[in-house]
């Protein structure tokens, strides 16, 4: 059984660019989550997707976007980067927790972005 | 609004040493769930143990035991005898009911020498 897998494992883009990074969940989940881990920092948590609609969103800017397709994967989309974007980009899944109140996070292994 | 604190930035241990990580949380709400992660230099998080807000119980995992005080509002770690293998950064964790932004603490980079 594939635990939560991400693509690319690193990326090097420049100031002003766009990415894309992708995200498939744990088979059976259906929520998906991003953070955003800064280096020596633990990881904030940007949004998350379910039914293929952002469900609930962090402090971050517009520039942030994500989607979620049918079956269940992600991606995250950063517009206009810039030097502070560099970081690690986690990509969780889990069960839509309904009344149950939570549901675990399974975590992938992480794309790190650079932004030069 | 949730906070976690973890205000060991690094800790050095020698092999078979015994080490507590700690962990403070912020909330008003009574419903919530604490959480520890493992992290690998690989990157991914490891999940280790979740509590939730009405399970004072303390727990314990082989050489892995957690001490959870509300009226402390304290979610401590502990490895015993600890080993090489255990070196890693370690995250405490909050996200409250209902709520989806799990809010983690700056992470305690924790070292065990041979």
């Known amino acids: 059984d594939a635990g939560v897998t991400q693509s690319p494992t690193h990326l090097i883009k420049t100031r002003g660019q766009q990415v894309t990074l992708r995200c498939s969940p744990k088979?059976?989940?259906?929520?998906v989550s991003w953070y955003q881990q800064a280096l020596g920092q633990g990881p904030q948590f940007i949004f998350q997707y379910y039914e293929e609609e952002e469900r609930q969103r962090g402090n971050f800017p517009d520039r942030f976007s994500g989607h979620q397709f049918p079956n269940y994967s992600s991606e995250l989309n950063v517009n206009a980067l810039l030097l502070g974007d560099s970081a690690l980009y986690l990509c969780?899944?889990?069960?839509?927790?309904?009344?149950?109140?939570?549901?675990?996070?399974?975590f992938g292994p992480g794309t790190r972005l650079t932004v030069l | 609004a949730q906070k976690v604190t973890q205000a060991q930035t690094e800790i050095s241990v020698v092999e078979k040493e015994d080490v507590t990580l700690d962990c403070v949380y912020e909330t008003r709400d009574t419903t919530y769930y604490l959480f520890w992660y493992k992290q690998p230099p690989s990157g991914e998080l490891v999940f280790l143990i979740r509590?939730?807000?009405?399970?004072?119980q303390n727990e314990i995992s082989g050489r892995y035991s957690w001490n959870f005080q509300k009226s402390t509002s304290s979610f401590n770690f502990t490895i015993t005898a600890s080993q090489v293998v255990d070196s890693a950064v370690y995250f405490c964790?909050?996200?409250?009911?209902?709520?989806?932004?799990?809010?983690f603490g700056a992470g305690t980079r924790l070292t065990v020498k041979p």
């Open positions: 964790a909050l996200i409250l009911r209902g709520n989806n932004d799990m809010r």
């Open positions: 509590r939730n807000s009405f399970d004072e």
């Open positions: 969780a899944s889990s069960l839509e927790p309904g009344l149950a109140g939570y549901n675990e996070q399974f």
């Open positions: 088979s059976g989940h259906d929520t």
